[in-house]
């Protein structure tokens, strides 16, 4: 048995700063000099990055639609033994999931027994919070909302409001972040592309000296502090193959789970490299183009023609290759930039991205292909203008309530892409995609 402290921070609703509260009590803890681990609900690929950077160590989707109870279990006990902190960045509000609360935030703090430290956005409210926050804490009795931390917080006569509103809820009050243009953070589409660790580092210290003198850090440690004793729920990993398996990794390609990719260390070597800078594709038994950026880099992309030349004839060669949103881009014949700038790429899948006219596509996609069930997500804002070759599979694509959604499964050769980031973490083998 030992001491941890673990918490999952939740929100009335999306907007409220769960992403800029957790990066600050990340770096703020990190500073303080603990071994902290992050988590993220639900299957966001971007604000992992955020953690990673904050907390320096590696931060883990907990999906209750991509993946079974089992192994969010072991996932977390994988990545929360040996640490000092736990904390699970919530998703959304509180309790919105798929349908009703099933894979939202509370599911994930009532399976693992976490305590909530609620965000509440205090923009144009004061004691009216005490309502928000007494329904929270009892709307659902699986969950313990031990805490409460405000956002967007006028002043310290402002915050006086809301502690009384705290506690006559019967949640404990544990400070503020004030209203604040600088901290927060980026927008979910291009405004992320952070120009480097340093622009992080400066925005993620900002966040951390403001929390150090306006939330009670040592209380809200004390508070979610607990006896532990973390076991694997799972089969021990090893080894199942032997292959190389090569990776675009670069600012242009990074949207990636983490656990997917210790899933294909169990499939062999993992090497990386980046479609940006490198002339010359790694010898590989199967490549991996994740989602990104890549709108970002069009230039750089088109004008790499070396490493383009190589992939098309890895592929054309019978290569095995999944590529994803970003990475399916980048096998069109051009993708056009939101000025209507057109730019050549690889040719592959012989059909044109655009940036023109964006708009948002997410939501959660589940399919079965060559007799494997399949889960992940779609989030983009690109659209594909003409499809020449003729390559979607024939399978219907739908979303977590089992309604069609008209995405696109592209096979080629030994090629299969599409806008679907997949979780494959939990499959038995990814290479029966291929058969």
Same mark, same amino acid.
């Given at each position: 048995?030992s ?9 009335? @609703?999306?907007?409220s700063?769960k992403?800029?509260l ?8 990190a500073?303080r000099?603990?071994?902290i ?7 966001d ?7 990673e950077?904050?907390a320096s160590n ?15 279990r ?6 929360a033994?040996?640490?000092d ?23 994930i703090a009532?399976l693992l027994?976490? #305590? ?14 005490a309502?928000?926050i ?5 709307f659902? #009795?699986?969950?313990n909302?031990a805490?409460?931390?405000?956002n967007?917080?006028?002043?310290e ?5 809301l ?5 006559d809820a019967?949640?404990?009050p544990?400070?503020?972040? #004030?209203?604040d243009r ?5 927008s979910?589409h291009l405004?992320?592309?952070l ?5 992080f580092?400066?925005l ?9 003198k306006?939330?009670?850090?040592d209380?809200l440690?004390k508070i979610?502090?607990?006896?532990i004793?973390?076991h ?7 080894v199942?193959?032997?292959? @190389?398996i090569t990776?675009?990794?670069d600012?242009a390609?990074?949207f990636?789970?983490h ?12 090497s990386f490299?980046?479609p940006?800078k ?6 590989t038994?199967l490549?991996?183009?994740p989602?990104g950026y890549p ?13 383009k030349?190589?992939?098309r004839a ?12 970003g ?5 069109s %014949?051009?993708?056009?930039d939101?000025?209507?700038k ?21 939501g ?6 060559n007799?494997?069930d399949i ?13 020449d070759k003729d390559?979607?599979? %024939? ?15 592209f096979r080629?050769?030994?090629?299969i ?6 979780y494959?973490s939990e499959?038995? @083998?990814?290479?029966?995609l291929?058969?």
């Amino acid at each position: 048995m030992s001491i941890q402290s673990r918490f999952l921070i939740g929100a009335a @609703n999306s907007g409220s700063g769960k992403t800029t509260l957790t990066i600050g009590l990340l770096k703020a803890l990190a500073n303080r000099g603990f071994n902290i681990q992050p988590f993220k609900c639900g299957p966001d690929y971007i604000d992992t990055k955020f953690h990673e950077a904050a907390a320096s160590n590696p931060s883990v989707n907990l999906d209750l639609f991509l993946s079974s109870t089992e192994h969010v279990r072991y996932l977390y006990n994988k990545y929360a033994s040996g640490k000092d902190i736990c904390i699970i960045e919530g998703v959304m509000g509180l309790y919105d999931g798929y349908k009703k609360m099933q894979g939202s935030s509370a599911e994930i703090a009532e399976l693992l027994d976490i #305590p909530v430290i609620l965000v509440v956005n205090a923009k144009s409210m004061a004691y009216s919070a005490a309502a928000l926050i007494y329904g929270f804490k009892e709307f659902y #009795p699986g969950i313990n909302v031990a805490g409460v931390i405000f956002n967007f917080v006028g002043s310290e006569s402002h915050y006086s409001f809301l502690e009384d509103a705290c506690k006559d809820a019967g949640v404990e009050p544990l400070g503020y972040l #004030p209203k604040d243009r600088e901290i927060e953070t980026p927008s979910r589409h291009l405004g992320l592309s952070l120009d480097g660790q340093s622009h992080f580092d400066n925005l993620a210290n900002k966040i951390a000296g403001l929390i150090e003198k306006t939330v009670d850090i040592d209380r809200l440690l004390k508070i979610t502090s607990q006896e532990i004793n973390l076991h694997s729920h799972r089969q021990t990993e090893q080894v199942i193959q032997n292959l @190389n398996i090569t990776v675009a990794q670069d600012a242009a390609f990074n949207f990636v789970y983490h656990e997917n990719i210790e899933y294909l260390k169990r499939l062999g070597n993992v090497s990386f490299f980046s479609p940006l800078k490198d002339k010359i594709l790694p010898a590989t038994d199967l490549l991996y183009l994740p989602g990104g950026y890549p709108e970002l880099y069009v230039d750089e992309l088109s004008n790499n023609k070396p490493m383009k030349e190589c992939i098309r004839a890895y592929i054309e060669n019978g290569g095995k290759a999944l590529a994803e949103c970003g990475g399916m881009m980048y096998l069109s %014949d051009s993708i056009t930039d939101t000025e209507g700038k057109i730019y050549p790429m690889t040719g592959i899948l012989g059909q044109k991205a655009t940036m023109q006219n964006m708009k948002l596509k997410l939501g959660y996609r589940q399919f079965r292909y060559n007799n494997v069930d399949i889960k992940g997500h779609e989030f983009h804002y690109s659209s594909i203008e003409k499809d020449d070759k003729d390559l979607q599979v %024939d399978i219907e694509i739908q979303n977590a309530k089992g309604q069609p959604t008209g995405t696109k499964l592209f096979r080629y050769k030994n090629l299969i892409a599409g806008y679907t980031h997949v979780y494959w973490s939990e499959m038995d @083998n990814l290479l029966d995609l291929f058969k």
